[in-house]
């Protein structure tokens, strides 16, 4: 299998990708909006959102992600304290690294990690109807208003081949963000 890393804008984060990601996604959820919205009080080295208000993701099996350095330079986020999702940034650049939903067994890692020439394209876009803009979106990306049964199969093939098994991926810090946003 090839193996490939992406790192954080400053590099002190690097992650190695084992093999081809399960699916690239383009999400218009209203909670990646609002976090995206949220995190960029923050001087964010990359963009969580797109021009067309979705957050592109490059999903991995957990056990085909290994982080190579700076663990302890990662910081969780999520919209409230019991929401089933952190949103992962880098503390040492605030690079948005990756979205886990809780006990899930593959990570979404944000597209922005990798660089503009070698950036997996969109394969998909998912919860379109979440959008509360008149934005029109290109037809280059088949949309769907939830999840596809497409992205339920990629996710559901993976977790046989996983045994049906879900690795825990450890970081620096849970952090407290989200009372201070509400």
Same mark, same amino acid.
């Given at each position: 299998? @090839?193996? !490939? ?5 400053c590099a002190q984060v690097a992650i190695e ?10 999400? %218009?959820?209203? !909670? ?6 949220? *995190?960029?009080? *923050? ?13 592109? +993701? ?13 663990? %302890?330079?990662?910081?969780? +986020? ?7 999702? #952190? #949103?992962?940034? !880098?503390?040492?650049?605030? !690079?948005?690294? +990756?979205?886990? +939903?809780?006990?899930?067994?593959? *990570?979404s890692l944000y597209a922005s990690l990798w660089?503009?020439? @070698? ?12 959008? @509360?803009? %008149? ?10 208003? *939830? ?6 199969a990629k996710l559901l093939g993976a977790w ?17 963000? %989200?009372?201070?946003?509400?």
């Open positions: 299998m @090839t193996k !490939s890393i992406v790192t954080c804008d990708l084992d093999g081809a990601p399960l699916i690239c996604a383009e999400c %218009h959820c209203t !909670s990646c909006r609002q976090a995206a919205v949220r *995190l960029e009080q *923050l001087p964010l080295a990359r963009p969580m959102l797109e021009g067309n208000a979705g957050t592109q +993701f490059v999903l991995y099996r957990k056990d085909r992600v290994q982080i190579l350095r700076g663990q %302890h330079l990662l910081e969780a +986020f999520r919209l409230g304290p019991k929401a089933p999702t #952190r #949103r992962v940034i !880098s503390r040492c650049c605030n !690079s948005p690294v +990756f979205l886990e +939903f809780q006990s899930g067994h593959w *990570l660089p503009e020439e @070698t950036r997996p394209t969109p394969q998909l876009r998912t919860m379109t109807g979440d959008r @509360t803009d %008149h934005m029109a979106l290109d037809d280059a990306v088949p949309a769907s208003t *939830l999840q596809t049964w497409r992205f339920y046989i081949a996983m045994g049906f098994k879900s690795p825990e991926i450890r970081i620096g810090e849970e952090t407290e963000r %989200h009372k201070s946003g509400n």
